[in-house]
């Protein structure tokens, strides 16, 4: 599977953003699908996970209420829809596809890595 990440860019705080992640192949709805956000100078950390019918999400306590991750089997593309965005937001966002399943989900869990895409959130 391979992973293109977009939607990304400068936004003032409280505005929202949609990012998308588009798989190639024809499997997409058997993987669950995860985003994941590197701050600078920060380590990569985990912000969404979704099951791959759909029906089951878990978010990271910081963006509970404000971040949601949704996906378009058909169009094999997994959605992180960010609202009241904060400075603290920033970073760059990441897709992965999750191999394996930890209590928590963890970066070792997950591959076949997007490029990323930067978030900007101005105060």
């Known amino acids: 599977v391979q992973l293109q990440a977009s939607g990304g860019g400068l936004v003032q705080a409280g505005g929202s953003l949609r990012l998308s992640c588009t798989a190639s192949?024809?499997?997409?709805?058997?993987?669950?699908m995860g985003w994941f956000r590197q701050a600078p100078g920060k380590e990569r950390v985990f912000v969404a996970t979704i099951s791959g019918s759909g029906s089951n999400t878990y978010y990271e306590d910081s963006v509970k209420g404000r971040f949601s991750i949704s996906r378009d089997n058909a169009k094999n593309t997994v959605y992180l829809q960010m609202n009241s965005l904060k400075p603290e937001d920033t970073a760059v966002y990441y897709c992965?596809?999750?191999?394996?399943?930890?209590?928590?989900?963890?970066?070792?869990?997950?591959?076949?890595w997007g490029q990323g895409t930067q978030v900007t959130v101005s105060s």
């Open positions: 992965a596809v999750r191999r394996y399943y930890s209590d928590y989900p963890l970066i070792a869990d997950f591959g076949s």
């Open positions: 192949g024809r499997t997409f709805s058997r993987y669950e």
